[in-house]
């Protein structure tokens, strides 16, 4: 059975680094896309960033415009985990955050087939 474990959120100053976790169990990931999502209080989820296996066999990672530059996602293979590193956060990156695990390159909700239960990102003022 795939399962997906979302955790490292918590409530932080804007500005801070947070780090996230999605640990996998069930089977490897490696040739698909983990992506991670948030969604807001009433506000629909979003995509945040994915890392994907290419089209070429190498490594890719994309991201939404606003998190690009601030956010990173990798892949540590041994531990079959994927991570979110966030730096200077902002209140608007409050959220539950959810990995996810999908096609290769991925963007779309409908496009990931496994979902994390989510962890809430708190970012005050």
């Known amino acids: 059975q795939v399962q997906l474990v979302d955790s490292g959120g918590g409530l932080v100053q804007a500005g801070a680094s947070l780090r996230l976790s999605c640990a996998a169990s069930?089977?490897?990931?490696?040739?698909?896309?983990t992506g991670w999502f948030r969604q807001a209080p009433g506000k629909e989820r979003e995509f945040v960033g994915a890392i994907s296996r290419s089209t070429w066999n190498g490594i890719s990672t994309y991201y939404s415009e606003s998190v690009k530059g601030r956010f990173t996602v990798s892949r540590d293979n041994a531990k079959n985990t994927v991570y979110l590193q966030m730096i200077s956060l902002k209140p608007e990156d409050t959220a539950v955050y959810y990995c996810?695990?999908?096609?290769?390159?991925?963007?779309?909700?409908?496009?990931?087939?496994?979902w994390g239960q989510g962890t809430q990102v708190t970012v005050s003022s």
């Open positions: 996810a695990v999908g096609r290769r390159g991925a963007r779309l909700e409908k496009e990931f087939d496994y």
């Open positions: 069930g089977r490897t990931f490696t040739n698909y896309a």
